[in-house]
């Protein structure tokens, strides 16, 4: 769950900047994300995306809000969607409609056939 105060911070914010790591290097990338009533942090990305394979690797990350310096550190874990509470599954998909997940089936079968991934940042 996220700090009350960064997630107050991230309010009329629509990304996030994500740092990974990979061989003692870091790597930062803009991303989407979707914040639940219970203040998990859930990110939907393409599964061959070079940062899904330095999560797969080492699941740290960073999560810091654009122009400030309010960051958390975390882990990923890989969500299978199946599992996933019904109002979070269509909170997902309203967000991230456009890449395909139109419907709760959709973001299942992207899922389950490998073409994406969806993550939760577990901060620590």
Excluded: C
Excluded at 62 to 85: K, Q
């Amino acid at each position: 769950m996220l700090p009350a105060e960064f997630r107050k911070a991230l309010e009329g914010t629509d990304e996030l900047l994500v740092t990974s790591r990979e061989d003692g290097r870091e790597g930062t990338v803009h991303v989407w994300f979707v914040v639940t009533v219970a203040g998990d942090v859930y990110l939907f990305n393409y599964a061959f995306a070079r940062r899904v394979g330095r999560w797969r690797k080492d699941p740290w990350v960073r999560l810091t809000i654009p122009r400030s310096h309010e960051s958390v550190e975390g882990r990923i874990r890989f969500i299978d969607v199946s599992a996933l509470d019904p109002t979070i599954t269509d909170q997902i998909v309203e967000r991230w409609g456009m890449w395909g997940a139109t419907t709760p089936e959709g973001l299942r079968r992207m899922v389950r056939d490998g073409s994406h991934t969806l993550v939760r940042v577990e901060v620590a």
